[in-house]
């Protein structure tokens, strides 16, 4: 069985996990042409229009705009996302306010929403919304149960829709909302989401001064609502609706001001996870030098010519699973956001085939697919007649594509993170650090004389396994495992022709400049830092079972290779956060063989937990991969 898959205890089935993917809702219509929902027998807004209710009852109900201008970051919790209208709404507003905040997060929870082509429909019928309505479209992901963070409006607008039960999701969520939007079908129709412990939940996520506002005024809402500390009362409401429910608490104290803080921060490593640190850092108006031994970006792990985007697949859909999910899809989004401005930027969402090697290996594969259930459009198993097709050469098997997968250039991804970072990042190359030590104003990186490098509020480790190099870091478990790469050049190539990805007991992918890179070797405790034969020959036969013919007539002896060290942890679970005994000293580590993955979503979760912002995972998730997993280290 693949690394990825869950091995499960002999003679014990593997409890059956939830679906990955979420069924989607269809739109049925009144005769005036009002949206309704058949499944709870509801309308998706009232007859007099829904973007005039989202602004009468949601926006004006929660004060704002005023209420987000002075903001550094403004936050608003939905429950139920619906048609979107609430949120496209609350953008237009935001973007057209010269006053508004300098970032707004929109959190909502939706169990079942719509697909992108019938919103696509949907939104021409108001062209107010026009451009953000189709960049929401554009970037809609898969259904997929989960935590989904999409960028907005060149960064200002960030959206985090969350696809699942409200019951089981808001406990997960990490936020402070300022303003509630209360929206989801009307009681009697849909009960489970205006319950005591959905509503007390989302009361929990409030901030201090926290609005809400909803067109319900059920008695049973207001009630747990005034339980909750918000002081409701009732004001006239849209079109036939005689009256809303607004709602507001008292500060208990005064609200820290972000742009009081020291916003500097040093960087160590400027591979994919350092360097996209910088890029989610200097996003929030961070400060950041960043400090790296070698002559440039990318020259270790991260400058492997081409690296695969894929999701972990395992039976029992584990938390590395659900994680790559989530990172994957951000990752691809991070990649088209930073290449939009980085002429050199090499990706391509080709697809990737998990082809079947074996009989074994089909039914195992097949078996993931039937207990984790992914929607078609992530996930799906072909046949060997489709599969040969995709690969473009006879194959005995099929396997699982995955069309929303690719392929990227490490080292184009981490210039392009660091040319959206652009002069908020001061690097210092050629420059080692030999330790850490605390100062009066945070944090000093020295070198090997003891001479200060540089000083920061924080700084982030992101310098793979050389993070053990640290006294406050040295008991991690990270071990640091040799990979070798065998590159078929494009003259070597000749007649070989593949424009996907394809995976099995190795992976081959399109080579930048063309030809084609396949691996990898896999040595712990191996030093040698020159490619060798044997290993060439080793990929070579991985390459000929996963694509029978392919490698026929490639001489091992001719090929290039490409050494660096993967980090790897005991768990397989990349490092993330804080070092619990070392207050601003956070790590980035461990992402073994998927940097391009667990970078981005994991730079993005750091950062959030450092502006104390709505976070982009789960907290279960988020704790997976925290260094204080690992117990009191630092």
């Known amino acids: 069985m693949n690394p990825d898959q869950a091995k499960q205890t002999p003679g014990k089935q593997a409890a059956t996990p939830p679906a990955a993917g979420i069924a989607p809702t269809s739109l049925e219509f009144l005769d005036d042409g009002t949206p309704r929902s058949a499944l709870y027998d509801d309308v998706y807004h009232s007859s007099d229009g829904g973007p005039d209710q989202a602004r009468h009852v949601f926006l004006a109900g929660n004060d704002l705009p005023q209420r987000w201008r002075n903001r550094a970051v403004f ?29 707004l997060h929109f959190v909502s929870v939706e169990a079942h929403p719509l697909k992108g082509d019938e919103l696509r429909r949907l939104y021409a019928r108001w062209p107010e919304f026009g451009a953000m309505a189709r960049e929401l479209v554009l970037k809609w992901p898969p259904l997929l149960r989960g935590l989904h963070r999409l960028h907005l409006d060149g960064g200002r607008v960030t959206l985090t829709l969350i696809l699942g039960d409200a019951a089981h999701w808001l406990p997960q969520l990490q936020l402070q909302a300022d303003a509630l939007y209360l929206d989801g079908f009307a009681p009697q129709k849909n009960p489970a989401l205006w319950s005591p412990e959905v509503l007390s939940q989302v009361c929990k996520l409030a901030a201090a001064d926290a609005t809400l506002a909803t067109w319900s005024v059920a008695g049973g809402v207001r009630e747990i609502l005034q339980q909750q500390g918000f002081v409701c009362d009732k004001r006239p409401g849209f079109g036939q609706k005689r009256e809303m429910l607004i709602g507001r608490r008292t500060p208990a104290a005064p609200i820290p001001s972000a742009a009081e803080k020291k916003r500097h921060a040093l960087v160590i490593g400027a591979g994919l996870a350092g360097t996209a640190l910088c890029e989610r850092l200097a996003a929030r108006g961070w400060q950041i030098t960043l400090i790296e031994r070698h002559a440039g970006p990318a020259q270790e792990a991260s400058g492997n010519p081409a690296g695969a985007l894929r999701p972990i697949l395992n039976l029992s859909d584990q938390s590395n699973a659900r994680l790559s999910r989530a990172s994957l899809l951000y990752a691809l989004r991070h990649h088209s956001r930073v290449g939009e401005g980085s002429a050199g930027m090499r990706h391509a969402r080709c697809g990737v ?41 006879p194959l005995k098997l099929g396997g699982i594509w995955l069309p929303q997968a690719g392929w990227a250039d490490p080292a184009s991804v981490c210039r392009a993170n660091l040319l959206s970072a652009g002069a908020a990042v001061q690097t210092r190359y050629d420059c080692a650090v030999d330790r850490l030590q605390t100062c009066p104003d945070g944090w000093e990186a020295l070198d090997a004389q003891g001479q200060v490098i540089a000083q920061g509020e924080i700084v982030l480790l992101a310098n793979a396994a050389e993070v053990r190099g640290f006294e406050q870091t040295r008991a991690l478990p990270l071990e640091a495992v040799r990979g070798q790469l065998s590159l078929i050049r494009a003259a070597q190539a000749r007649e070989r022709s593949l424009d996907i990805v394809v995976c099995g007991d190795g992976y081959v992918a399109p080579a930048p400049g063309g030809g084609f890179c396949t691996g990898a070797s896999f040595h712990r405790d191996d030093n040698e830092t020159q490619p060798r034969l044997e290993d060439h020959i080793a990929n070579l036969a991985r390459l000929e ?72 995972v789960e907290a279960e998730l988020a704790a997976a991969v925290s260094p204080q997993r690992f117990g009191q280290r630092g």
């Not at 594969?365 to 039937?370: A, G, I, K, P, R």
């Not at 290039?560 to 601003?584: F, H, K, L, Q, Y």
Request: net charge negative; charged share 15%; glycine share 8%.
């Open 75 to 103: 936050t608003v919790l939905e429950t139920g996302f619906g048609l979107g209208l609430n949120f496209l709404a609350t953008w237009h507003a935001f973007h057209n306010d010269p006053k508004a905040a300098a970032a």
């Open 353 to 393: 085939l998990h082809v079947a090697t074996t009989a074994d290996k089909a039914l195992q594969l097949q078996q993931v697919l039937q207990a984790v259930r992914y929607p078609a459009d992530f996930a799906r198993w072909i046949d060997a007649e489709e599969a040969s097709e995709l690969a473009g050469r």
């Open 545 to 616: 079972s996963m694509l029978p013919g392919f490698a026929a007539g490639l001489n091992p002896a001719q090929l290039e290779g490409r050494v660096s060290w993967r980090c790897t942890t005991p768990d397989r679970m990349p490092i993330a956060g804080e070092m619990i005994n070392s207050p601003g000293l956070h790590v980035l580590s461990g992402l073994g063989a998927r940097g391009l993955v667990w970078a981005p979503l994991l730079a993005e979760l750091m950062v959030s937990q450092l502006c104390q912002e709505a976070l982009p």
